[in-house]
């Protein structure tokens, strides 16, 4: 059984910056991809990154290009997500998520994750 828990969330003021974690037990070679995706208070669940175990390749919302980081320790069997130059429109759920497989056309697409954690809140307030 595979399982995934984040960490790191928390509450900070507009420009700063939160590094999430995901660590992952449970997990087999043909996990190919890890994700994280967000989800705030009336609004549908929504892709933000995306790492191919295959090649390290990453994907990023566009709403997240340029502020967001994500990264991988595959020794910790943990990916990590930097977020940079936080916006009140940051402030959700943040979740990570893997599946069997990879398609680097629907990586966003929640409904294609099999194992997600139990997420955690990041508030982005002044």
């Known amino acids: 059984q595979v399982q995934l828990v984040e960490s790191g969330g928390g509450s900070v003021q507009p420009g700063g910056s939160l590094r999430l974690s995901c660590a992952a037990s449970g997990f087999t070679s043909a996990m190919y991809s890890m994700a994280w995706f967000r989800q705030a208070p009336g609004k549908e669940r929504e892709g933000v990154s995306c790492?191919?175990?295959?090649?390290?390749?990453?994907y990023y919302a566009d709403s997240v290009k340029g502020r967001f980081t994500m990264s991988r320790d595959n020794a910790k069997r943990t990916v990590y997500l930097q977020m940079s130059s936080l916006k009140p429109e940051d402030t959700a759920v943040y979740y990570c998520a893997t599946r069997w497989g990879f398609n680097s056309v629907s990586w966003y697409r929640a409904h294609e994750y099999d194992f997600w954690g139990q997420g955690t809140q990041v508030t982005v307030s002044s």
């Open positions: 790492i191919s175990f295959s090649d390290g390749s990453l």
